[in-house]
């Protein structure tokens, strides 16, 4: 599974990107990204404030329930700044 | 057919809206400019970062919406990434219609969307040193959700 | 400083939005088009009559309004006359300023005010031969007067 | 003083401006416009329909009660049809 990061949450972790393969009991995002805070000092960091971070599972916004399923893609972002 | 363009080049405003008066008797544009300051910091540069792939689809989305909620013949949104000086365009949002109701209101709809609902970000790096990802503001927000109040407004 | 031209000439748009870019964030345009059909039938040519004298204090007066209800950095109205054969551009309207609600709420006001306040009057000349003045719409002032309560609209 | 006459006024009445001197008894818009309607045919068509003509005093609107005063040009015209 391919897991992207944009703007303060890719600085704060330092890559852009990162492929994973959450353990069998990983079966929702909100788990996803509870795995995902602990594989380091600087994740734990990045998802502090996990009200400021959007998540798009394969390009769609979703929210912790939401089931991973055989998503490809997961993207954690803060809120969108265009325009 | 809406035209969708991310970019790190700079595009030519009147080509754009050349392009879009063919059919129409109304052209509306929106064109963004990086500033030279922010709160009162002089910006060296507002750095555009965007997710690849989606973001054409989002900007593909509010296009439809915009051509179906209005009588339009055609529109465009063009958005730069990467870094861009003070006075560089950012975005480009244009809209035409036989009439100047559709195309202003429409054009208003395709920036207010484009700046809560796709994917880019904004990153200020100042003079003196240092930078700050841009907060997403509640005015933006509001400006979005009164859309989808009871249809158009008022034209 | 409003820019106010009435020209029997093409008008560049490109040149004059850029020309708004300097010191803006947010850069608002309308432009109007000659269509090819009026009511089901077949145009040869628009012809534009005004008020010389008149009309650059008009539109002057317009700008200076726009200028003063909205924080712009600057506004440009151009008004083309004589005969105007379809796909012509007839009329530009343009406002900049830091923010895009003030931009794009004026460029609204500026073609509204303008399409009832400025002494222009259009003449339908039919491709099958024979002319028509073309007459005031109740819509077009009802547009004009959503300006006059209580000052800006929601954005 | 000056008439003007624009739009289908023009076309009706057959050119665009006028030199006259009013009598001294039209003092206002409105005794005017009678001795414009008055001079012709043409002009008698063109005025048919007053409630359809707008009019401008030294280019101000008026109404037919406005004195004439010291007034050098009088225009007449149907509502703007710009932009």
């Known amino acids: 599974m391919k897991i992207l990061y944009f703007a303060w949450l890719r600085e704060r972790i330092g890559h852009a990107e990162e492929d994973i393969t959450p353990p069998a009991e990983v079966t929702t995002i909100g788990a996803l990204t509870d795995y995902l805070a602990a594989r380091s000092p600087a994740h734990a960091k990045a998802f502090a404030d996990r009200r400021a971070i959007k998540i798009a599972l394969d390009q769609r916004f979703v929210t912790d329930g939401a089931a991973l399923g055989t998503a490809r893609e997961v993207a954690y972002f803060p809120p969108f700044t265009g325009g | ?155």
Do not use: N
């Open chain 2, 1 to 155: 057919m809406p035209r969708i363009l991310v970019t790190t080049e700079d595009f030519d405003v009147g080509a754009e809206l050349a392009r879009l008066e063919s059919g129409a008797g109304a052209i509306a544009s929106f064109v963004g400019v990086v500033r030279g300051e922010s709160d009162g910091r002089e910006l060296a540069a507002l750095t555009l970062e965007h997710y690849p792939g989606m973001t054409e689809t989002a900007l593909a989305g509010i296009a439809e919406t915009a051509m179906t909620r209005w009588r339009l013949t055609d529109c465009v949104i063009i958005h730069r990434i990467g870094r861009l000086v003070p006075g560089s365009r950012i975005v480009l949002a244009a809209a035409s219609s036989a009439h100047r109701g559709d195309a202003l209101e429409a054009t208003a709809f395709l920036i207010d969307w484009l700046k809560t609902d796709a994917p880019f970000w904004k990153r200020e790096d100042f003079a003196e040193g240092g930078s700050a990802w841009v907060e997403a503001r509640t005015d933006d927000q509001k400006a979005r959700d009164r859309w989808q109040i009871g249809g158009t407004t008022a034209a």
